[in-house]
C-alpha cells in the first residue's frame, strides 16, 4: 500500500497561554514573495513564544519568532538549507531544546539544532545518510527526559514504506501518526508503549497529497486527550476533524481557503479547561505569506495576516 503525506503527534500536557499573537511586522510584500508557494510549515511553542519555520526560494530553511511580537522570517534568519520543495518537520523541549528536520539535495535526512536558544548548529543525523523517497514528508515528536532528550522522526521511503528513526527509546508515552493512503483516507496508528495498533479511519477523503497537521490537549485535568487534524479537500479548504478520547471523530469548526499547494502546522496552548490553537497556512496574503488563524474563546480568528518576514 503506497502511503502519502502524513503527520504525527505525541501525547502529553501541553502548555497554558496568556495572549493572542498580536499583529506585526511591516507587511512588505517584496520580501514576502521570498517564501516558497506550498512551503513545509513547521511550528513549535512555549507558554507564550512561538517559533515558525518555512522555506524560501533559494532552498532556504528561515525562522520567524513570536515573542509578544513578530520578528525573524529574512534571510539572516536561515538555520539550514535544504533540497527545494523539502518538507519540513520541527520539534521541541519548551523551546529549550529546538531540532528541525529536512530533506537535503541527496534526499537524505537532514538536522538543524539549537539548545537553550543559542546559534544553531548541524545535528548528528547528517552524519548517519538516512536515505528516503524524494516525494516524503516529515513528521517528529520530542519528549523531554530527566537524562537524555527523546526523539522520533517519520519518512516515507522508496518502497512507500514509513519508517520510524529514533535517538533513545521513548518510554510511558502514547504516540498517534497520521497519514493518507492511495484510496485518499486520512487513517490513524497508535503506539501505546507496547506495539502499534490501527486506530481507524479520521477523514474517508481528503484530497490527493492533502496537507496534514495534528495537535492534542487537555480539556480538564484527567480527562481523556482531545486531538484535532486539519487536512485539505478537493477545492483547496483547510477543513479540521476532532475527537475526545478517540471514541468518534468529528467535524471541526475550522473551514478556511488556501492556495492549491498550501500546506498546514498546528500547535496548542493550553491546558486545564482553556485552549488556544494556532493554525498557519498559506491563504494567499501578499501571495505567498504564511497566515495565522486562532481558535480563541470559543471561535476562530485571524491572528496576524502573514508572518515576518511580512
Known amino acids: 500500500m503506497k502511503l502519502l503525506y502524513f503527520t504525527v503527534l505525541l501525547q502529553i500536557s501541553l502548555f497554558s497561554a496568556s495572549s493572542l499573537a498580536q499583529e506585526g511586522g511591516n507587511n512588505t510584500e517584496l520580501q514576502v514573495q521570498q517564501t516558497l508557494p506550498g512551503t513545509g510549515i513547521a511550528?513549535?511553542?512555549s507558554v507564550n513564544l512561538?517559533?515558525?519555520?518555512?522555506?524560501?526560494?533559494?532552498?532556504?530553511?528561515?525562522?520567524?519568532?513570536f515573542e509578544g511580537y513578530w520578528s525573524?522570517?529574512?534571510?539572516?534568519?536561515?538555520?539550514?538549507?535544504?533540497?527545494?520543495?523539502?518538507?519540513?518537520?520541527?520539534?521541541?523541549d519548551d523551546l529549550e531544546l529546538i531540532r528541525v528536520y529536512y530533506l537535503?539535495?541527496?534526499?537524505?535526512?537532514?538536522?538543524?539544532?539549537?539548545?537553550?536558544?543559542?546559534?544553531?548548529y548541524t545535528g548528528s543525523l547528517n552524519n548517519y545518510n538516512f536515505q528516503v523517497a524524494s516525494h516524503s514528508r516529515l513528521a517528529a515528536v520530542f519528549v523531554p527526559s530527566i537524562q537524555r532528550p527523546r526523539l522520533r522522526i517519520y519518512a516515507q521511503?522508496?518502497?512507500?514504506?514509513?519508517q520510524e528513526f529514533?535517538?533513545?527509546?521513548?518510554?510511558?508515552?502514547?504516540?498517534?501518526?497520521?497519514?493518507?493512503?492511495?484510496d485518499r483516507h486520512v487513517v490513524e496508528r497508535v503506539y501505546d508503549n507496547r506495539s502499534w495498533s490501527d486506530g481507524g479511519i479520521v477523514v474517508r477523503?481528503?484530497?490527493?497529497?492533502?496537507?496534514?497537521?495534528?495537535?492534542?490537549?487537555l480539556l480538564t485535568p484527567g480527562n481523556p486527550?482531545?486531538?484535532?487534524?486539519?487536512?485539505?479537500?478537493?477545492?483547496?479548504?483547510?477543513l479540521e476533524k476532532g475527537t475526545e478520547g478517540g471514541t468518534y471523530w468529528y467535524d471541526g469548526a475550522f473551514e478556511h481557503s488556501a492556495i492549491p499547494s498550501s500546506q498546514v502546522a498546528a500547535v496548542d496552548w493550553g491546558n486545564g479547561g482553556v485552549f488556544n490553537i494556532r493554525l498557519y497556512i498559506q491563504d494567499g496574503a501578499f501571495k505567498n505569506g504564511i497566515s495565522e488563524w486562532a481558535w480563541f474563546r470559543r471561535s476562530w480568528r485571524r491572528g496576524i495576516l502573514a508572518i515576518p518576514p511580512a
Open 43 to 45: 511550528a513549535v511553542n
Open 225 to 238: 486527550q482531545s486531538v484535532r487534524v486539519y487536512y485539505g479537500n478537493e477545492d483547496n479548504r483547510i
Open 166 to 182: 529514533g535517538y533513545d527509546g521513548l518510554r510511558r508515552s502514547t504516540t498517534r501518526l497520521y497519514f493518507q493512503t492511495t
Open 104 to 120: 537535503l539535495p541527496n534526499n537524505t535526512l537532514g538536522e538543524a539544532a539549537s539548545d537553550s536558544q543559542s546559534r544553531w
Open 50 to 65: 512561538l517559533r515558525i519555520y518555512s522555506q524560501d526560494t533559494s532552498g532556504g530553511i528561515r525562522e520567524a519568532r
Open 205 to 217: 477523503k481528503a484530497k490527493s497529497r492533502t496537507p496534514l497537521a495534528a495537535t492534542s490537549f
Open 72 to 92: 525573524g522570517g529574512l534571510a539572516n534568519d536561515t538555520i539550514a538549507k535544504a533540497r527545494a520543495n523539502s518538507s519540513i518537520a520541527a520539534a521541541s
Open 157 to 162: 521511503l522508496g518502497d512507500n514504506t514509513i
